[in-house]
């Protein structure tokens, strides 16, 4: 039974793939900075870690000093680390902590390591976007076997557009870019079915393409809503970012990295079952209880 260190491990993809590890027969190793947290349900659906990771690892991720040895004894890697709500730099999560987690699996001679990028890392302008596509180039001139998955968004981001649908208004930005949401428990097995000692690197969605003017009106219909929906001009999301900009560096690298991922084509190989109007007709339940 191979280990797997899974880093990321208390976020929306992260319990997924601990949870798709498990079920397929892999043990386990968690890096999470609060184990009392990963063995909450996550937020999103997203199931804890109570009884299903074999090990953990508890530490802060951005620390040299505390990677080192976290993959001692283990067989491969899967890293679903990176900043996205969270209040830290994307370089010195998404770039320097894989990295030292990459050269700790190197030294331990771990057999392979898999990365979740995001789709179009490699274009974006955002700090997010740079770091994740740089620690992606590094990954590939590894000499460990290396698997870089880019999503398109997961569901998890979507549940924005519930919100909008319950206030009873859709905003929907500007365009007509095609996305393919995926469930995080249809990433996870993704991600776990690719695992080995084959490199490589795929784009993958869920199993739908949509507009967002298509995802605003499931969301109204799950909430029961009717369809009034709104575009905000492009003019007004390029003068949202520079105000953003001008609050400081990180909220106007988080403006960018928005409005670069809202208007761009996000679409990946089709895979997985899970839809979205079952996750929006889900969400409305919960509130609705
Ligand atoms: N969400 C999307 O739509 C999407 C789409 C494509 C790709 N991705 C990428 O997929 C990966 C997982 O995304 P997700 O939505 O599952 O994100 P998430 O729920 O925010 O999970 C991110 C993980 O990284 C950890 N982390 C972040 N900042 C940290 C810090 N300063 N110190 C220690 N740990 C830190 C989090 O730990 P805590 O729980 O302790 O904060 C969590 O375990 C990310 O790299 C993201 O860029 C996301």
Aim: hydrophobic share 45%; aromatic share 8%.
């Amino acid at each position: 039974m191979d280990t797997v260190v899974v880093a990321g491990a208390t976020g929306y993809l992260g319990r997924h793939v601990v949870v798709e590890l498990a079920r397929q027969g892999y043990a386990v190793r968690a890096v999470v900075r609060s184990r009392e947290r990963a063995e909450q349900p996550g937020p999103f659906g997203a199931p804890s870690l109570r009884g299903v990771a074999a090990d953990w690892a508890v530490g802060p991720v951005t620390d040299p000093a505390f990677v080192a040895g976290v993959c001692a004894g283990a067989d491969r890697v899967i890293s679903a680390l990176g900043v996205t709500r969270q209040k830290a730099s994307p370089w010195d999560v998404d770039f320097l902590a894989n990295l030292h987690l990459l050269e700790d699996a190197e030294r331990e001679g771990l057999r392979s390591f898999l990365y979740v990028n995001v789709l179009h890392a490699e274009s974006g302008r955002s700090l997010i976007l740079r770091a994740k596509a740089a620690f992606a180039a590094v990954l590939e001139r590894s000499a460990l076997a290396h698997q870089v998955v880019n999503p398109s968004g997961y569901f998890s981001d979507l549940s924005d557009f519930a919100s909008l649908a319950r206030a009873g208004v859709m905003v929907l930005p500007p365009g007509d870019v095609r996305v393919s949401p995926i469930h995080g428990a249809d990433l996870a097995r993704f991600c776990v079915d690719h695992l080995g000692d084959v490199s490589g690197s795929w784009d993958v969605g869920g199993p739908d393409v949509f507009t967002y003017p298509e995802i605003g009106r499931l969301a109204l219909a799950a909430a029961g809503r009717p369809e009034r929906m709104v575009t905000v001009p492009k003019g007004v999301l390029a003068a949202a970012v520079w105000v953003a900009s001008r609050l400081g560096e990180r909220p106007g690298d988080l403006a960018r990295f928005f409005a670069e991922g809202l208007t761009q084509d996000a679409v990946g190989e089709a895979f997985g079952e899970h839809h979205l109007a079952d996750h929006f007709a889900e969400l409305a339940s919960r509130t609705a209880r």
